[in-house]
């Protein structure tokens, strides 16, 4: 890559699941990418083994560098656990460390952010979830989200030479995802509970749908959003597709040779939801993003990667 093409990026949060998968195909295709991350959280070097860039550790709410310039920058960082309760440290750690970075941004000349929103902007509303529609989020996780927009909007209209772009990730799972624990995804959970031979565990009857997403698609949206957003604006990032949790457990026993049957469960929560699905019209129109997954292939190449038959 000649030097008028190569980048300079930055991934907050580049230590986790979505930010080192996005920071790995940045440099993977030639650019020069920083890595921002506290490590407090579920940052872990080992997302970042191979990676060649340099990697600032540090906390966005309390500290931001001076005069770095990047061609733009990609903010994942975030308390990403949606049962976190502590209203100050959510709006902290997600809000105010988001204003922190949008002003290093603006200081510094940095003309395009892309930042993860979420689903959980939209809680219960009706979907399949359009942008456009009333958020109401369920938590405040969600809470967070939907003021990060806010911001984001009001930040833009105040310096109108940024663009700042939100992707609303529904259900994502994928390589790098380990060391969120109990918050990765169920494709990971029942892919560990099949692995050891156990029957997977579902929710009667295995047939509450979510828009699940893989990453290396979460990746895909983001390098859209990159190279043809042109507006501030927020997207659903997802396939626009619901699946079950029955259709993961089916995807899972093709995978890994396995014939093993559900084990329904009751589920003790009262108002757990039993669809989510984005509406994904305005990132196809507007980012000219499609997925390239469907459940079937994410899987089949998830498990290849934790069976260690693909590297990739
Ligand atoms: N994974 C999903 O399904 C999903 C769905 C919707 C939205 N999102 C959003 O996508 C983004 C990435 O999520 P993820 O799944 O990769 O989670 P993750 O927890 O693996 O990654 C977040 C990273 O940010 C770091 N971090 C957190 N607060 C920080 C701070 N104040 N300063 C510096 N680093 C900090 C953590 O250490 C971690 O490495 C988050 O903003 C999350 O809210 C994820």
Do not use: W
């Not at 939100?166 to 892919?191: C, D, I, T, W």
């Not at 979510?210 to 698609?217: E, L």
């Amino acid at each position: 890559m000649d030097a008028k093409t190569k980048k300079k990026y930055l991934v907050t949060g580049g230590a986790g699941f979505i930010g080192s998968n996005i920071a790995k195909t940045l440099e993977a295709q030639g650019h020069e990418v920083t890595v921002m991350d506290d490590f407090s959280k579920n940052g872990h070097f080992k997302n970042l083994i191979g990676f060649k860039g340099d990697v600032i550790t540090a906390d966005l709410f309390e500290y931001m560098p001076t005069d770095m310039y990047f061609d733009a920058i990609f903010h994942e960082a975030a308390i990403t656990d949606t049962t976190v309760m502590d209203q100050k440290a959510m709006m902290e750690q997600n809000v105010e460390a988001f204003k922190n970075l949008l002003n290093f941004a603006a200081e510094n000349e940095i003309k395009k952010v892309i930042y993860a929103s979420s689903a959980a902007t939209y809680g219960n509303g009706p979907v399949p979830n359009v942008e456009t529609q009333p958020t109401h989020p369920e938590n405040v996780y969600g809470f967070s989200k939907v003021i990060m927009d806010n911001v984001a909007r009001q930040f833009a209209e105040d310096n109108n030479d940024m663009t700042i772009i939100g992707l609303r990730y529904f259900n994502v799972y994928g390589p790098g995802e380990y060391y969120k624990g109990k918050m990765a995804s169920m494709v990971y959970q029942l892919y560990n509970q099949m692995k050891a031979g156990k029957r997977p565990r579902v929710f009667k009857y295995g047939e509450q749908q979510r828009d699940f997403v893989y990453v290396k698609d979460i990746v895909k949206i983001n390098l859209c959003a990159l190279n043809n957003g042109k507006e501030t604006c927020v997207y659903n990032a997802a396939t626009g597709i619901p699946r079950d949790y029955n259709a993961i457990i089916a995807c899972l026993n093709k995978e890994l040779g396995t014939n093993l049957e559900p084990e329904y469960i009751d589920n003790p929560y009262p108002f757990f939801q039993l669809k989510t699905q984005a509406d994904m019209t305005l990132a196809k129109e507007k980012l000219g993003y499609e997925p390239d997954y469907s459940l079937e292939a994410g899987i089949a190449d998830y498990v290849s990667i934790l069976e260690g038959r693909n590297s990739k």
